[in-house]
C-alpha cells in the first residue's frame, strides 16, 4: 500500500530536508520512525516531493512511502507522531495508487516567506520570521514582484551550484500581505530552483529599501546570471506551505 | 539613575527568571550583559516584578537597575540586545525616581496561557501552547472561572512549598477567548502564589473534561489545601503578559 502524508517540521534543529550522514535530517527521522513501526531491518525510504534548506519550515511537505501494513488511514498519524521527535508532525494520511509519486506527481507548490517589522527582535520569532526593522517601499515591491509572474529563465533567481539544466519556471502567483506585526510573501509556481523563493524574496526586500528599481527585476531575469539579482534571504523566513496535486 | 526596562523571553532554554548557580537563566544573562556594558568588575544587579518558572514565558516582564551611564533611553534596547542572547529582548527602557521598584511598585500582573486545539500537534507551538486535543466543555470553564474572581485565600491553588504566608490574592480579571486554532486564558491579579495560574489553568481544563464541576470551585477555595485543586497545566502555555504599575 501506497500512502501519502501530509507533514510540518520546524527547521530550526535540522541540517535540512534530505538524508546527510553525520547530520540530523527530517528525510533520517521519518526512515527510522517507519522503520521502528514496521519492526524492520532496513530502512523504509520516503519520497518527498523535494528536499528543503537547514533551517527551511514546512506547514504542508507531502511524502509518500509503501507499506505491507494495514493500519485505518485516520491512524497513521498517531501511529508515527508517536514515534517521531516533537519537531516533525504528520497531519494527514491517505492510501493512494501506486502511480502516485510525491515528487513527480507535483503539480504546483506553494512557498512563504514570513518578515517581522518590530523595531527590536521579538524572542517568539527568532528562529520564524526575518526581522526587518528598516523602511521598505511597499509600491514598489508590489510593482517589481509583477515582473517575476510568468514563465521565465530564472538562472538569475537561484543558487550558482544549482545543477539541474533547465531553468524555466512559471510562478502563477506573486503576493505580500500584511500580517499585522509583519509581511507575508506567498509564491506558488511549477517548481522551484535551488534557494529561488530566498533570492527572490532578498531581491524584493532589495527594492523596498531602494538599491533596486522595480524596473531592474526585468533585466536581472534577462541577464541569466546570479550575481545579476539581489541578496539570500535567511532560511528562518521561509516555508513549504503546500504541494498541489491532480484532484 | 534608574532604569526600568520592559522585557520579553523564550522561557523554553532558561531554568527560569532567578539566577540559580550552574544553570542558565534569565536573570543571569541580563547581569552579565550589564556587566559588559559598563565594563564593571562586578555584576550590575537587576531586580524583577518576579521571578517565572522554568520554561515560562515573557512578553512584558518588568525589571530595573541603577547605572551611572547617561544613555538616551531610546538607545537602552538596542545597547542591551546587542549584548543579550536572542531569546532575550529588551523593548522599552525609561528613567525612573528612584522610589521605583519593579518588584514592590508592581500594583497588578497579568498572565496568559495558551491552549493549542488542533488534532495533531504542531510543531511551531511545542515549546509555546499547551496542546489540548480533547473536548472541552467551555461554558462550565467559563462557570468555573467565575469563581475564582474576587479577593481569596488561594492556599488550594498554590504549590505546597510556596514560602510565603499570606495567601490572600485579588483576582481582578479571568477570561477564556478563542484563538482561532486554540484557548487563551487571560488573568490579571494583585500578585500571584507560586504555580497558581499554572493550578488555576490545569483545574479549570479539568472542570472542562468534566472531572469537576463548576461549583466544586467554590469547595476548593474554602479547603485551603493543595491537594483539593485539579493539576499544574504545564509551564510552557505560560507567559507574563504585563506588570501594571501606577502611572
Avoid at 501530509?6 to 520512525?33: C, M, N, W
Avoid at 521527535?85 to 507548490?109: C, G, L
Avoid at 512563504?112 to 509600491?139: Q, S, T, W
Avoid at 541569466?224 to 534571504?233: K, L, P
Wanted: hydrophobic share 35%.
Amino acid at each position: 500500500m501506497r500512502m501519502k502524508c501530509t507533514i510540518s517540521y520546524d527547521g530550526h534543529l535540522f541540517y535540512g530536508y534530505q538524508v546527510q550522514p553525520g547530520q540530523r535530517t527530517v528525510q533520517d527521522e521519518l526512515e527510522k520512525a517507519l522503520q521502528t513501526l514496521h519492526k524492520a531491518k532496513e530502512r523504509i525510504p520516503v519520497v518527498s516531493s523535494g528536499r528543503t534548506d537547514s533551517g527551511v519550515h514546512a506547514v504542508g511537505q507531502t511524502i509518500h512511502f509503501d507499506s505491507p501494513l494495514s493500519i485505518p488511514e485516520a491512524k497513521w498519524p498517531y501511529a508515527l507522531n508517536a514515534l517521531l521527535p516533537d519537531d516533525i508532525s504528520v497531519h494527514n494520511a491517505e492510501a493512494v495508487d501506486d502511480q502516485f509519486h510525491a515528487r513527480f506527481s507535483a503539480k504546483r507548490k506553494e512557498y512563504r516567506y514570513m518578515i517581522y517589522r518590530g523595531r527590536h527582535p521579538d524572542v517568539f520569532k527568532r528562529h520564524y520570521a526575518y526581522h526587518v526593522p528598516y523602511d521598505l517601499d511597499m509600491e514598489k515591491v508590489q510593482e517589481a514582484s509583477r515582473f517575476l509572474v510568468g514563465t521565465h529563465d530564472f538562472t538569475s533567481f537561484c543558487a550558482i551550484k544549482t545543477e539541474v539544466k533547465d531553468k524555466v519556471r512559471t510562478v502563477y502567483e506573486l503576493e505580500w500581505s500584511d500580517t499585522g506585526d509583519g509581511l507575508q510573501m506567498r509564491i506558488v509556481g511549477s517548481g522551484f530552483l535551488y534557494n529561488m523563493v530566498r533570492i527572490i524574496a532578498g531581491t524584493l526586500l532589495d527594492v523596498g529599501t531602494g538599491k533596486f528599481s522595480p524596473g531592474d527585476i526585468e533585466k536581472m531575469i534577462l541577464a541569466r546570471s546570479r550575481d545579476a539579482a539581489g541578496r539570500t534571504a535567511p532560511a528562518h523566513g521561509l516555508y513549504l506551505w503546500r504541494v498541489i496535486y491532480d484532484n
